[in-house]
């Protein structure tokens, strides 16, 4: 054998090897116990109970597998997918990619999943809320030098809504997202994708007690922001001239009754956005945006 012959032979065993690290495992039969989990995909407390997680979808899962810290378990595509997904997958031999027909992995969960992309991740352990408020910016890259914001919610129930909140967060630099004991879970496959992945990025945690965090944050130094339209609030923008360069923490409530009234007494300042005749308020994670963005702007005027 020739020199050429050696090398070009040692090449394709090699590339060989590369191909057979990654465990790709076709599947036809949506019956095949290894996809027992997947099963439970509709039901966000079997999904939960197991510790895991669903993320959907081709861009919020190379998001899970590149971005987030959190583990994968699995991948369950078809097969334009992986070939789509196929520079993530190599780099992550050690993880089970299954490959059904688009019809299959509908018998699996249940429902049709128009993506073709579903991953199982396992859930973190629940952090206290004292070290979200403590931690860096959620975008490690970010280079605004504004003073440190977080986002709590209170009673938000819309999954589109927590999620909207959470790609927020990510946007405009907010340190992490406090929920109270019954907001959604962010880690619910709708909240997951609304956020576009945001949620599998940014740190949160259950603010518990409740009320008592509000209180809490404020011994910290926080200025702690009740965004409600009430007419003896004041503007947005006064109450951002108000705060000045101290840390923030903005507080929204449920979706149609806004704040409870424990919540809105433990915060020092209640706020609204100036909102055209006719309008009286902004769904609950446009608000968050406004908030977050007129407060990403007093570090840079």
Known sequence: MSWLHFVTYFLLCTFKFVLIAVPVIAIENAGDPRLDDYRNVPDPELVARGGMFVAEGRLVVRRLLTESSLATRSLLVTEPVRASLADVINARPQLA?????????????GFDIHRGCLALGERPRPVPWQDVVAGNDANPKSQTPNPKTVVVLERVANADNVGGVFRNAAAFGAVGVLLDAVSTDPLYRKAIRTSMGAALLVPFARAEPWPG?????????????????????????????????????????????????????ACEYHTRISLTAGVDSLNVAAAAAVALYELRERGRT
């Open 213 to 265: 965090v509000l209180h809490d944050l404020r011994e910290r130094g926080f200025a702690v922001v009740a965004m409600t339209p009430a007419p003896s609030a004041t503007t947005l923008r006064e109450t951002v001239e108000r705060i000045g360069g101290r840390p923030v923490a903005i507080v929204l409530g449920h979706e149609g009754e806004g704040l409870t009234r424990a919540a809105l007494d």
């Open 97 to 109: 990619v299954y490959v059904t027909p688009q019809a299959v992995m509908s018998d699996i969960t």
